[in-house]
């Protein structure tokens, strides 16, 4: 079974470590909360990295897996290639497309579309010393973004969920800045590599416009996500003012997820500077069972109140799928596969 991917994911193997995909050890680990070596995950599932170059990861059965399946692919491949390469490919083959690349016209080959689960957000600090601790800057910094949104062609989000929208009340007016933001340097950081250059350039036209009335001098950092820990410094709160972040958060809100993200050390380490999140997962963890539309609703009256956490855009993934794969056994409303669970025709 062939996987061809348009963009190479940072991190890649990192993401076949994942829950939903992969197991974790401690002895994997060294001192510094780093992984070892990549090529000895435990497993995807059944499957094990057995080779692993720049544009090609190959994934091998364990026949001695408990989820092992004679009907299952015996060797999983997952290739970078450009829609040049993919027009005259034939083969069990998946292709992934974000939402947001250039649209790749395969002819044979079946659509299923992803729930727009994956969000770029910017994240304010409250930690990190400097004018956004004051939450009169951060709502200020927020109502002049969800404004400039308004009227970009690139960001237009509102809801971190957005299939979840609720009535939120909105301050009366804009707040003004406060005194302290005149001459201050605001660090405003991302990586790279995934954004494009017209879409670094929005950014960055969006934040100069919304500082503009402070008075702050905004200094842009943009950086190889590979260089320098810059995950590690990124996700810390720490070192920057303002941050750019992706994550897939899932189509709709879940309790687990919410608070991953917002409660815990793991993912992408939301600021919850007055709590509020962090007490609804709670009561949610003692009640159990769905979620209900009044969490909906204070968490994202919480979010908008707090201004940390800032969604611009979702997007979703479209797969590509060839004839020759069984499309009863793909998940139809899912950008997960379960690799044990396709089949062939």
């Known amino acids: 079974l062939i996987f061809h991917l348009t963009v190479k994911p940072e991190n890649f193997i990192g993401h076949l470590r994942l829950p939903y995909f992969g197991f974790w050890s401690p002895t994997n680990f060294n001192s510094s909360g780093e992984f070892k070596d990549d090529l000895k995950i435990i497993s995807s599932g059944p499957y094990t990295v057995s080779n692993s170059t720049k544009n090609l990861l190959i994934l091998k059965k364990r026949p001695d897996w408990f989820s092992n399946s004679e009907a299952s692919a015996k060797e999983i491949q997952f290739k970078y290639s450009t829609p040049g390469q993919l027009a005259n490919f034939y083969g069990p083959t998946i292709v992934e497309i974000l939402g947001r690349d250039q649209a790749i016209d395969l002819k044979s080959f079946h659509e299923i579309k992803a729930p727009p689960s994956l969000m770029w957000a910017m994240v304010l600090s409250p930690i990190k010393p400097g004018p956004f601790q004051n939450i009169r800057n951060r709502q200020a910094f927020v109502d002049r973004i969800v404004e400039l949104k ?42 790279n590599r995934n954004y494009t250059q017209d879409e670094i350039n929005e950014i960055k ?11 702050a001098e905004v200094e842009f950092t943009v950086n190889d996500p590979l260089e320098d820990h810059w995950r590690q410094r990124l996700l810390s709160n720490q070192e920057f003012d303002i941050r750019m972040n992706g994550v897939d958060q899932g189509g709709y809100p879940k309790n687990r997820t919410i608070k991953m993200m917002f409660c815990s050390n793991l993912g992408v380490c939301y600021p919850d500077p007055s709590g509020r999140i962090c007490k609804i997962v709670k009561q949610q963890d003692n009640a159990g069972g769905p979620i ?27 797969w590509l799928i060839a004839d020759g794969i069984d499309l009863k056994t793909l998940p139809s409303n899912s950008g997960i596969f379960y690799f044990e669970g396709i089949r062939l025709k």
């Open 150 to 191: 308004n009227k970009s062609s690139f960001f237009s989000s509102f809801f971190f969920y957005p299939s979840k929208p609720t009535e939120i009340r909105m301050r009366d007016q804009k707040p003004d800045y406060s005194p302290e933001m005149r001459g201050q340097k605001i660090q405003f950081a991302f990586a």
């Open 205 to 215: 036209r969006m934040v100069i416009e919304a500082l503009k009335d402070s008075l």
């Open 292 to 318: 209900s539309g009044n969490y909906i609703s204070e968490f994202n009256q919480a979010l908008y109140d707090d201004s940390t956490v800032i969604p611009l855009t979702h997007f979703g993934t479209r």
